[in-house]
């Protein structure tokens, strides 16, 4: 193929992942190709290609179009095909990871190329200056402009961690003035002037500033840890905002990035690290920060009022946040904006927040795996949670955790050192913000088709009406309600929420969702903040309240639903049948203590800074005792409230313990069951024979010759048939106790 060079039509810039930089005709933000005539005379493109394929230059054929001498044209890489308008759409896209890029004139002669490169969003690549050959990726993007005033800065060093102080260097592409600011305020042409080098270094020696600002009233609140300043200097990091301008205006982006600096400084933090960067104004001003009492507080209403109650657009606010993760390598950098998040732990000194990505604010979305549980790496929303929140900083870390493996939804997590403008800011959570976007990356399934039940949702209202006036106990009832309702997404939800003796629920911290029109509603596990506190709690007397005098914590209209299906004996029967196999298996106190464990070693290491940060919690190691000591002694409390509510006889010495499981050659799990069980070989040896069951009046009722089980193997058998009592397994000389129980 002939490669004509020196041609005065070239390709000048392009982008490949366009999210709100340019629309098409259909409103549309697709890749686009910009073409410049760098000559005195007009060029008719007809006949001419463009094609992405260097085997097929031919690809897409341009219209009888003319370009200017000097101007630029715009084409659409949409894959659309429309030549037939004044808008141009080739029939082919670019790769989001870049591909190259060839332009061909009306004799399938090649005359210009752009190679491949992956770009980010709305960054385009481009020749700077038009027309030459040095091709350079731009921040700002200028379609159907000029390249020339589309500056770039060039930094010494990348953003992160380092273990000595050093001058950080700024080039400049043009000769614009660049500005920069150390508050993380935004550069204009009023901030400082950078002329050669900015010294970073390590401040944490420096004064706090924005942590001795007060973030709750001064008066001990309920349930939640009041402010109070650290009681010394923190950590701290250099947060460094810049940009160029050239007579006024912006010609570059604004650039943020934060520097930490000290002597193995990388070995302070064993968590990922979060830098959030906004002008101070936007968290702690009195009429405008979202992060302080403020203009809203009214001291007669402590507990409700204040601008961190403030909700809604308005109170959003523009952010910068970068990502390091445990490497100090950088995981994601953009814009965003900012909420606080959640009720009533908005008035606790440390806020939840709650990150948005959208357009206006230059990423559509946090495209990153942000939690190593779930394999997804693109987010709309995220929560980053504060450890204030009634109980200690693991309680529903460690409850979501032990009930993932069962059939809800529920929240995964994890902690994160947090710091403002710089400062130290302490351990949040990192979590999924429970909506319909989380519905649509958990179960592929459209945001649009997913609802979630609000105050008044018409079909759950009428639902409850038929419930109301319908008895359940009658089979034909309660066969329309699971048609409404995911039964065992149902029953699994309550068995977590009472295990684990959450008190603020279920009038509180409620969430359900369906498809649209035809789907059964399912439960949220969902903020378990004030679950471990009494391990012989009764949660079956919580649920069944009927005393209309009560609002909280059950109130009547909170346990209306469970007291009704509760009437049901095929519900009750695969409640407690569920209930006995979870506490045999995700709910087996050696499971338990292995989940517990791991979470509490994530959050001790950064104890120390955090306490002197907040002074919260008070005594950490007193509170991961109180939940270790539930999670030891509830199994026993709930096998005799279950032997009492469902009025059948359970045995503590039945259930597996944490020194027991598993210590046998054979293992049968969970024990009692439902009918269905495993028999799992715990040996390395082979074991083959003869299997029976035998019931308690001696009778076989099943048996085989033909047992087979290969060392760490689990064998699957099902005898829901069988009606519920006792009976024995005999697996060769070897006789193990079944409790059956439906």
């Not at 260097?169 to 660049?178: A, E, G, W």
């Not at 179960?443 to 006036?469: H, R, T």
């Not at 359900?512 to 949220?524: A, L, M, P, Q, S």
Request: glycine share 4%.
């Amino acid at each position: 193929m002939i490669h004509a060079k020196g041609q005065n039509l070239v390709i000048n810039e392009i982008m490949s992942n366009n999210e709100r930089t340019i629309k098409d005709q259909d409103s549309d933000f697709v890749d686009w190709i910009e073409l410049y005539n760098n000559s005195d005379s007009s060029i008719n493109l007809l006949g001419f290609f463009l094609s992405d394929d260097y085997n097929n230059l031919g690809k897409w054929v341009f219209p009888e179009i003319t370009i200017s001498p000097h101007e630029f044209l715009i084409i659409f890489a949409s894959g659309k095909n429309i030549t037939e308008t004044s808008e141009l759409h080739t029939n082919f896209k670019i790769s989001l990871s870049g591909e190259e890029i060839f332009l061909s004139n009306s004799f399938g002669i090649m005359i210009s190329q752009v190679a491949e490169i992956d770009l980010a969003i709305d960054e385009t690549y481009g020749r700077f200056p038009d027309a030459s050959p040095n091709w350079i990726k731009i921040n700002t993007p200028s379609p159907k402009q000029s390249n020339n005033t589309s500056n770039r800065l060039i930094f010494s060093h990348t953003e992160g961690f380092f273990d000595s102080s050093f001058y950080l260097k700024i080039s400049s592409l043009l000769v614009d003035t660049i500005y920069y600011t150390l508050d993380g305020s935004l550069p204009t042409d009023t901030s400082h002037i950078f002329i050669d080098s900015i010294f970073i270094q390590d401040v944490s020696s420096s004064a706090n500033i924005l942590s001795e600002i007060p973030t709750s009233p001064e008066q001990h609140l309920i349930w939640f840890h009041a402010f109070q300043k650290p009681s010394g200097l923190i950590h701290k990091g250099v947060v460094l905002r810049c940009a160029s301008y050239n007579k006024g205006i912006r010609t570059s982006k604004v650039y943020t990035k934060s520097f930490f600096v000290g002597n193995n400084v990388l070995d302070k933090y064993s968590l990922p690290v979060i830098s959030l960067v906004t002008d101070k104004n936007n968290f702690f001003n009195a009429d405008t920060g979202i992060y302080v009492p403020g203009v809203h507080y009214n001291e007669t209403d402590p507990i409700n009022t204040g601008n961190y109650f403030q909700r809604g657009e308005y109170w959003e606010r523009l952010l910068h946040i970068e990502y390091f993760d445990t490497n100090g390598n950088i995981g994601f950098a953009q814009n965003a904006g900012v909420r606080i998040h959640g009720g009533a732990t908005r008035h606790a000194a440390q806020k939840s927040l709650r990150l948005y990505a959208r357009r206006e604010y230059g990423t559509q979305h946090f495209n990153y795996q942000l939690l190593p549980q779930k394999d997804v790496s693109q987010y709309k929303r995220f929560i980053l949670r504060s450890s204030m929140s009634g109980g200690t900083m693991i309680r529903d870390d460690i409850a979501q955790d032990i009930s993932m493996n069962l059939n809800i939804e529920s929240q995964n997590s994890l902690p994160v050192i947090v710091f403002i403008n710089g400062e130290y800011w302490g351990v949040h959570t990192i979590k999924d913000r429970i909506d319909e976007r989380y519905i649509e990356y958990t179960y592929n399934i459209d945001k649009d088709s997913v609802e979630f039940k609000g105050w008044s949702n018409p079909d759950y209202e009428n639902l409850m009406n038929f419930i109301e006036f319908n008895d359940l106990s009658d089979n034909t009832n309660y066969d329309y309600v699971k048609e409404q309702i995911d039964i065992n997404n149902f029953i699994d939800y309550y068995i977590s929420e009472i295990f684990f003796a959450n008190y603020d629920w279920p009038a509180n911290n409620v969430k359900c969702w369906r498809v649209k029109n035809n789907g059964r509603w399912r439960w949220v596990l969902y903020d378990l903040d004030f679950s471990f506190f009494e391990e012989d709690y009764n949660m079956f007397s919580h649920l069944t309240n009927n005393d209309s005098t009560i609002t909280w914590p059950n109130s009547l209209s909170s346990t209306f639903l469970f007291r009704s299906l509760m009437k049901n004996k095929l519900f009750s029967n695969q409640f407690s049948s569920r209930y006995i196999d979870i506490l045999n298996s995700d709910f087996c106190i050696e499971n338990m203590v292995k989940v517990s464990d791991k979470i509490v070693n994530l959050y001790k290491a950064e104890l120390s800074s955090h306490i002197n940060r907040w002074g919260y919690p008070l005594n950490f190691q007193d509170d991961v005792d109180k939940v270790f000591s539930f999670l030891n002694n509830r199994t026993g409390f709930e096998v005799q409230n279950i032997s009492d509510f469902f009025d059948i006889d359970l045995a503590v010495n039945d259930f597996c313990s944490f020194d027991s499981l598993f210590s046998e050659k054979l293992v049968v799990y969970p024990n009692p069951n439902s009918g269905i069980f495993y028999i799992y070989n715990n040996s390395l040896d082979i074991c083959n024979g003869f299997i029976d069951i035998i019931n308690v009046c001696g009778t076989f009722v099943f048996n085989s010759n033909n047992f087979l089980l290969n060392p760490k193997e689990s064998k699957y058998f099902d005898f829901s048939y069988l009606p519920s009592n006792l009976y024995f397994l005999r697996v060769n000389d070897k006789v193990y106790k079944i409790l059956i129980i439906k």
